[in-house]
């Protein structure tokens, strides 16, 4: 079975400072993954995504993330955070199993205090 | 920048009654989708839908759910008889294509409330 965890529900940093938002999978098949952002009465923007070319893979706005096959694992992480930042954030997989299943993570919300 | 919209926002209902929900997707994509999100829970998978007929439905998407593409811009989801159980946010989502790296494209959501 396909499974996406999200290691915290809320993440509070101080402007300029970085961001790291946790996220893990299982899956049996080759995965997509992606990060969407949601902002309040918004809906869910595609930050990145990875498909299977390069591990590290850059998205709007400063944020990236890497996956990382051994740990399962597609970290968000952005250098230094902006109070714009602050809003619910989605790991999303996606597999082909003979159908298409796309899973989402339970969302971590991040705060930026001044 | 194209986008997926969505009305109402915010829907409140009865018990029993019937609820349409609707989106209109972005114009040159071919796949469909709904999604729900009950509070304080995941957002979860209803349904996929492709050349005017349902491609993929989840065990949530049962026999009283309903999606239609009435003309060439919306897409609609109808609850025959809401249950208590319904209220959840709602999203649309569209794509050009569907495979595991097509990116979908979300709408802002419409809350359901059912009372």
């Known amino acids: 079975a396909q499974s996406v965890t999200q290691l915290d529900s809320h993440v509070s940093v101080s402007e300029g400072t970085p961001v790291l938002l946790r996220c893990n999978y299982s899956?049996?098949?080759?995965?997509?993954l992606f990060w969407y952002v949601q902002h309040p009465n918004k809906g869910l923007q595609l930050l990145l995504k990875?498909?299977?070319?390069?591990?590290l893979v850059k998205g709007i706005n400063g944020f990236e993330a890497e996956f990382k096959k051994s740990e399962t694992s597609f970290h968000l992480t952005k250098p230094s955070a902006h109070m714009s930042d602050a809003a619910e954030y989605f790991c999303?997989?996606?597999?082909?199993?003979?159908?298409?299943?796309?899973?989402f993570g339970a969302g971590t919300r991040l705060f930026v205090k001044a | 920048e194209p986008e997926v919209t969505q009305t109402p926002s915010h829907q409140v209902t009865q018990m029993g009654q019937e609820v349409i929900l609707r989106c209109v997707p972005i114009?040159?994509?071919?796949?469909f989708y709904w999604y729900r999100q009950i509070l304080g829970q995941k957002v979860e998978f209803l349904v996929s839908?492709?050349?005017?007929?349902?491609?993929?439905k989840s065990e949530i998407f049962d026999d009283q759910f309903s999606v239609e593409r009435p003309d060439g811009s919306n897409f609609t989801l109808k609850i025959r008889s809401t249950k208590l159980e319904d209220s959840a946010m709602y999203f649309c989502?569209?794509?050009?294509?569907?495979?595991?790296?097509?990116?979908?494209?979300f709408g802002p959501g419409t809350r359901l409330t059912v009372l």
């Open positions: 114009s040159n994509h071919l796949y």
């Open positions: 999303v997989v996606s597999v082909d199993t003979g159908g298409f299943k796309t899973i």
């Open positions: 839908f492709y050349n005017n007929e349902i491609s993929e």
């Open positions: 899956s049996s098949y080759s995965p997509s």
């Open positions: 990875y498909t299977s070319a390069a591990t």
């Open positions: 989502a569209s794509s050009i294509d569907r495979g595991r790296t097509d990116t979908q494209y």
